[in-house]
């Protein structure tokens, strides 16, 4: 199974960017999906999250700018996001609890996809 996280890239403050992560391989089911980012000198921190219901969370510094959406049947989930500030720019991480299946049995890992970074800067 792999994460595979693309759309990052330069903005001017002001600007939008669309992420998006599609999950692949032997995959049974998805349960919640996940953006996270890391800011350089900073830990890893939570930025939006959706269950397989599409029920949502987001961050405070996030609330009203990011939208977290997915696309079950193509096991892909989105991160849109609109007026970037500076503080913003990090290397964004999917996150994704997946569900499989090995010698009958189901099991659920989660996995990080490879990072796509984001910088946000006039």
């Given amino acids: ?3 595979q996280a693309s759309g990052g890239g330069l903005v001017q403050p002001g600007g939008s960017l669309r992420l998006s992560c599609a ?5 049974v089911s998805i349960n919640d999906m996940g ?3 890391q800011a350089p000198g900073k830990q890893r921190e939570l930025v939006a999250t959706i269950t397989g219901a599409g029920d949502t969370n ?3 510094s996030v609330k009203g700018r990011f939208t977290i959406s997915r696309d079950n049947a193509k096991n892909t989930v989105y991160l849109q996001m609109n007026s970037l500030k500076p503080e913003d720019t990090a ?3 999917c996150n994704a609890s ?3 299946r090995k010698l009958g049995a ?3 890992v989660r996995y990080w996809g490879q990072g796509t970074q984001v910088t946000v800067s006039s």
């Fill in 1 to 3: 199974v792999q994460l």
């Fill in 106 to 108: 189901l099991f659920t």
């Fill in 58 to 60: 987001y961050d405070d």
């Fill in 91 to 93: 290397v964004y991480y």
């Fill in 23 to 27: 999950a692949s391989g032997d995959i």
């Fill in 98 to 100: 997946i569900r499989r």
């Fill in 35 to 37: 953006w996270f980012r």
